[in-house]
């Protein structure tokens, strides 16, 4: 168990509103990451972090932001959702153990966009 | 820039029987890992197999076996003795050997058991 926290899992919020999704490792990995998961288009980097303070953009980025100022959190932050923000998002880290760069993926936060 | 094609968005295959799920992959890289993640219906990525891109033996956990075409860019992922568990989601995956180690995803296949 690679001790990944993602919160809230579910969350149900209106057009225009703010929200953080909130990723948690509890093994001091450096890499985490932030995927979407939509119906046709299996998963898409949004961001990722090397470190902290340290993040960098994926294919998704827009409308996204990210932080990450202890190693344990990495934060999602939609600043003004849109109904084309409603997906399942999955935080994951890079297990440098395991040599072979597999990711472990957290049990995913499903956002509804209203 | 890596990508990942699934050509298959559903299959279904009888209990006990075997099934191969079809994947194949582009990249300029030389040095890359390929994977196959499953997801079942409770929404946990689970890393099934994964196969080193030098390494020419293909790999196999248990009854998950690849067969790693990589002049083809090929990736196929065979599942024998399929059992009623097995029925999930299934995303091909590739990353590069060092960088950001992201992986890029194919866009899924839906495998149903069938008792």
């Known amino acids: 168990d690679a001790g990944i926290t993602q919160s809230p899992r579910h969350k149900v919020t209106e057009t225009g509103t703010p929200v953080t999704l909130r990723c948690h490792q509890t093994?001091?990995?450096?890499?985490m990451y932030w995927y979407r998961q939509d119906p046709g288009h299996g998963l898409r980097l949004i961001h990722y972090s090397y470190g902290v303070k340290d993040t960098d953009k994926g294919e998704v980025s827009d409308g996204y932001s990210v932080s990450r100022s202890k190693t344990e959190d990495f934060l999602l932050t939609l600043e003004s959702a849109t109904s084309s923000q409603t997906s399942v998002y999955f935080c994951?880290?890079?297990?440098?153990?395991?040599?072979?760069?597999?990711?472990?993926f957290g049990a995913g936060s499903r956002l509804t966009v209203l | 820039a890596q990508t990942v094609t699934q050509s298959q968005p559903e299959m279904s295959v009888q209990e006990a029987e075997t099934v191969t799920l079809s994947c194949t992959y582009d990249?300029?890289?030389?040095?890359?890992?390929l994977f196959w993640y499953k997801q079942p219906p409770s929404r946990q990525m689970i890393l099934v197999i994964r196969?080193?891109?030098?390494?020419?033996q293909n790999a196999t956990e248990n009854r998950f076996s690849v067969n790693f075409q990589k002049a083809a860019k090929s990736f196929s992922l065979k599942i024998s003795d399929s059992q009623l568990g097995d029925t999930a989601m299934y995303f091909c995956a590739s990353s590069v050997k060092a960088g950001s180690y992201q992986l890029t995803f194919g866009k899924g296949t839906k495998l149903s058991v069938i008792p």
């Open positions: 093994e001091n990995h450096r890499y």
């Open positions: 196969q080193e891109a030098y390494k020419q």
């Open positions: 990249t300029s890289e030389s040095n890359y890992y």
């Open positions: 994951a880290i890079r297990d440098a153990g395991s040599g072979a760069n597999v990711l472990t």
